[in-house]
């Protein structure tokens, strides 16, 4: 009887979901951790965390900027199918349309208790565009695209927080830690996402002064900060960690640390400004589909399922978290939820052979407002990547449009406004000819060889050219309905005065005009120009 009764249990704890905690850096470049080769930045917590999971040498962000990446990870699908192609909040082309499902939906569905804690820039604005409002139970942080790490302000389910003087990414970590102690019964699933090491660049003093000893010399001023905010990160995660085993859920937790883009690589003149720093020999930047731009560090940890230091080398997509984390839950999809387009890839971590993913397609394309077929575009297969690069034109922000409200939302409380429905398009852009890379003999994509294998970029650019035309019809569709229910929502609501919004904020000196003189509404267009 006590035998059937032990084997009675043991089955219901090996069917048991797990909680989930997927972590999302933020700008964090492939050569920034010392797994990656990294030999200055201390990350002890994140190195261990790799030692007793898995560690993935080929995995690869959805876009090679913030909101369209995070859109990726969040739905599992392409983010141009989600609406999200760029970052610009208040022309909303950083939403996700309301009739795709999140990652929230998702594990709500399956019974978890949900919550995303730090930055979410997939929606501001708009209250119906929010964490809490698109599947998580909780939202703590900022719907911005950026936040101060000591003047911060966090909304909680719209209530605001105001700064207490704790570092951010330690607030972030602290609010995740009492989710895991006061845990109700159910598993959770936790979208945690740090804005560290994203700009402004800020860091606790005397982690800087001992990275200003280390590296300064070679690096400078700014680079030593952005390695104490990873060293400050990797500490808070280090935390969280703790409390997992400290609550007795660690081997019952499925841990993915990932980053959504690579890093900013500025070389400045001014050794002190430039951000250029160790990047693995990958080439490009943050919001290029070269490698550096979207190949970025991974990592997965579930004791007693995933084996301790197996190392991937099979490309994986941003897309594939979603469809590997809920398959674990063996729930049903929620209901109107739409087809992935990653894939579930939990035999790969396993150590498990996945044939089928070695014909597989991982198609990017970035560029500014209108996606452009062939501007910052590439498709790999295999060992070849097919590479078209950014148009200058499609490339260029509206700083003065765009930033006022960036800017704002740094240091102030989230506020409500229309959409700027004013997208950009390039119709006369003209596409260069496509570069191919073999990225086995040439991860540093130094070295063009399309004209050795013309019948390789025939094939790739068809595919290519194939996933563009589904993907930019779905992108078009999410336009309208993101569109639409902007005009629903202020259709019977006063909009904000803009001279006194952005006042302080106007960037008087990137155009021709006087602010002693002139109107603001006169020269800077936005939401204001238009009925």
């Known amino acids: 009887m006590r035998l059937a009764l032990l084997v009675i249990l043991c089955a219901v704890t090996s069917t048991a979901a797990p909680n989930v905690l997927f972590v999302l850096i933020d700008d964090l470049g492939y050569g920034d951790l010392r797994a990656y080769g ?24 959805p876009s090679p900027l913030c909101a369209p990446a995070r859109a990726g990870f969040l739905t599992g699908r392409y983010n141009h199918r989600t609406g999200a192609v760029d970052v610009s909040s208040n022309r909303g082309i950083d939403r ?30 708009n209250a119906d565009v929010l964490p809490h409002r698109r599947g998580f139970d ?6 911005n695209g950026a936040q101060d790490y000591w003047r911060w302000n966090l909304m909680r389910n719209g209530v605001y ?20 102690r006061e845990r109700d019964g159910r598993p959770f699933a936790i979208f945690l996402a740090h804005n560290a090491i994203h700009d402004p660049f800020q860091a606790p003093r005397e982690l800087i002064e001992k990275y200003e000893d280390r590296v300064g010399s070679r690096y400078g001023q700014t680079v030593a900060t952005i390695y104490a905010m990873i060293e400050a990160l990797d500490a ?49 930047n943050k919001g290029e589909v070269l490698e550096q731009g979207i190949r970025v560090p991974a990592a997965a940890s579930w004791p007693g399922t995933l084996p301790a230091g197996l190392v991937v080398d099979t490309p994986v997509h941003g897309c594939d978290w979603l469809p590997t984390l809920f398959h674990a839950t ?43 077929r062939h501007s910052d575009a590439a498709i790999r297969k295999g060992r070849w990547k097919l590479y078209w690069p950014g148009l200058e034109p499609t490339m260029a922000k509206d700083g003065p449009r765009d930033n006022p409200s960036y800017r704002r ?10 959409l700027d429905p004013d997208i950009p398009d390039f119709p006369d852009a003209r596409a260069e000819p496509p570069k191919l890379f073999d990225l086995i003999r040439d991860p540093g994509e130094t070295t063009d060889v399309s004209t050795m294998h013309p019948e390789v970029v025939r094939d790739l650019k068809q595919r290519y050219d194939a996933w563009f035309d589904d993907v930019i019809t779905d992108w078009r569709q999410a336009r309208r309905l993101i569109r639409e229910a902007d005009r629903r929502y202020w259709r019977d609501r006063e909009p904000p005065d803009p001279r006194v919004l952005f006042r302080g904020f106007w960037l008087w000196d990137q155009i021709d005009a006087a602010p002693a003189e002139d109107d603001p509404l006169e020269v800077f267009p936005g939401y204001w120009s238009y009925e």
């Open 330 to 372: 063996a729930a049903g999809p929620p209901p109107e939820a739409r087809p992935f387009d990653g894939r579930n890839v939990m035999s790969l971590l396993r150590g498990e052979e996945m044939p089928e993913l070695s014909d597989r397609i991982l198609p990017f394309q970035k560029n500014r407002y209108t996606p452009v």
């Open 409 to 418: 939302g740094i240091t102030h409380k989230h506020w409500e406004m229309p």
């Open 161 to 180: 927080d105001k700064s207490d003087g704790r570092y951010l990414p330690d607030v972030f970590s602290d609010e995740t830690i009492r989710i895991i």
């Open 236 to 284: 808070s995660l280090g935390r969280v960690f703790s409390a997992l085993k400290r609550e007795g859920v660690w081997d019952e937790t499925i841990i993915v640390v990932t980053s959504d883009n690579g890093a900013i690589l500025n070389k400045r003149s001014d050794l002190d400004a430039s951000t250029y720093r160790f990047h693995a020999g990958l080439s490009g």
């Open 96 to 125: 996700i349309a309301s009739s795709e499902k999140t990652f929230g939906d998702y594990f709500r569905h399956a019974g978890y208790s949900t919550a995303l804690i730090g930055k979410w820039h997939n929606g501001l604005y």
């Open 38 to 61: 990294n030999p200055y930045v201390d990350t002890p917590n994140i190195d261990s965390l790799i030692r007793g999971g898995v560690l993935l040498t080929h995995h690869y962000a």
């Open 138 to 143: 909780l939202f703590v942080g900022f719907p």
